[in-house]
């Protein structure tokens, strides 16, 4: 069959045909505290926070969301969301169209600009601690938004990452071409469990959140912490090494 080349239509096509099995897991070695996300939940979650860049934020195909989110479910599904929309994700980008940050992230970023704060709580529940008077909390904007992506879909050609410096940002079949490769080189197989710590860096660390294990028909364990004790727990079958 004709091999996907937008997220969005591998995402739903997942869901379809698996989508009660984890897609993505993160666990956080320090407290225990431990979060898994099937297919069915990341295409539920896409679809919110695509409508929400759309519609909340007025993105429009092609403009660039800021991420400051650590390893984290979260960058998982900001990731998914952006490229739902067709919005292009920019890791630690100041002059992004939109800035979208943790909370400790947020209180850290110098800006005059309003942030888009994302909660790290275990299940998404709202941010209780305060924030910088120019952040906002956007849990409820996103959880209001409708389970179905209203907009036209994203297509091979949309933009889809842009790192930071002065390298073009790559489209959806280019961003899904490079998460397979990078997959087989990580030696992670259909089905495979994908390890993935606050060690890896670069382009490599937004690719394997989220496009590696979709385009590789794999799952992913993101891990904040000294990730030695998960991989035998999460049975993980390949690591993420930095290049």
Known sequence: RARVSDVWTLLRARARESGGAPLVTYVDARSGARTELSATSMENAAAKIANALRDAFELEPGDSAGLFLPVHWQRAAWCAGAWTAGVV??????????????????????????????????????????????????????????????????????????????????????????????????GLEPGGRLLVDESLDGIDAWLAVLAVPLACRASVVLVSGDASSVATQERVTAIATAQ
Not at 162 to 172: E, V
């Open 89 to 186: 994700v920019a890791p630690l980008a100041v002059d992004a169209d939109v800035i979208v940050a943790g909370p400790d992230e947020a209180t850290a970023l110098d800006a005059t600009r309003d942030i888009a704060v994302v909660s790290l709580h275990p299940f998404g529940l709202p941010i209780t601690d305060a924030l910088p008077a120019h952040a906002e909390d956007v849990t409820l904007v996103v959880r209001q938004q409708p389970d179905a992506y209203l907009f036209d879909p994203p297509g091979a050609t949309d933009l889809a990452l842009r790192m930071s410096g002065d390298a073009p940002a790559i489209d959806q079949a280019e961003l899904l071409q490079r998460a397979r490769a990078r997959g087989a080189e990580w």
